[in-house]
């Protein structure tokens, strides 16, 4: 479980998250949405310590995180960002082993889940074991980034925008893919999006931020059964009249 606890992030003067706290439960499918500015990626950036909180206290499965070993702690949290990052040089094979290497997997176990993982995402190992980014398009650069994030067995997924330059038809692929894949591993993940019928989609509970503020935290049903304030009601109105 992630605790967060009076959690306050300010850069200089502009408070990006003022004092707020809730959970997120293991095995949880938690979708982060509001407008730019409303602390969306700043939270995952806190989760993995990318950048450090200002005031408050994060806890990850009772510990306070910042008692916990950095490098460990990255390594127990999988990151699949929008822009996909994958390195230029290295092959796709070579991209997912990344982290395996890190933890000290040996070849053969490497070689093994990346070669099932690839499968399960649509990408035929033998097709694309020695590909280079340059060679794949959009969605398949994201497929191999979402299995580079995986395959080390995290505990936590965090996603921050990761279908949103890709077209319709490829997102909606990507997005039943990890709905998929999240059943299956268990793996606690925290998807940041702009799309609210993304977060409906995905979430067994959505966090709806506003200046700052987390102003509702409730599953989709409930966000468009009781939206909690006007601006919730009308960042979802237009889905609830569908």
Not at 42 to 65: A, E, S, V, W
Not at 145 to 171: C, H, N, Q, Y
């Amino acid at each position: 479980m992630i605790r967060f606890d009076q959690v306050t992030k300010a850069f200089g003067l502009k408070v990006v998250l003022d004092s707020q706290s809730f959970e997120i439960g293991d095995g949880e499918f938690l979708v982060l949405v509001g407008p730019s500015g409303s602390g969306k990626t700043t939270i995952l950036k806190m989760l993995n310590r990318l950048i450090d909180l200002t005031d408050g206290r994060i806890f990850i499965d009772g510990t306070q995180q910042n008692q916990l070993n950095l490098r460990e702690l990255r390594l127990s949290m999988g990151y699949v960002l929008q822009q996909i990052a994958l390195f230029p040089n290295l092959t796709v094979a070579e991209n997912i082993a990344v982290i395996p290497k890190m933890k000290g997997w040996d070849k053969e176990k490497i070689a093994t889940r990346t070669a099932e993982l690839l499968d399960k995402v649509g990408l035929p190992a033998a097709d694309y074991l020695n590909r280079y980014p340059k060679d794949l398009s959009g969605g398949e650069q994201q497929r191999v980034g979402i299995v580079r994030a995986i395959v080390g067995e995290p505990k936590f997924l965090l996603m921050d925008e990761p279908f949103s330059a890709l077209d319709p038809i490829t997102r909606e692929q990507l997005q039943a893919l990890t709905k998929n894949l999240h059943e299956e591993f268990g793996m606690t993940t925290i998807f940041v999006t702009h799309d609210v019928r993304e977060a409906l989609g995905l979430a067994d509970r959505i966090a709806v931020l506003n200046q700052g503020k987390m102003v509702q935290l409730a599953s989709p049903e409930e966000i468009l059964q009781a939206p909690a304030d006007d601006f919730v009601a009308e960042l979802f109105g237009g889905v609830a009249h569908d």
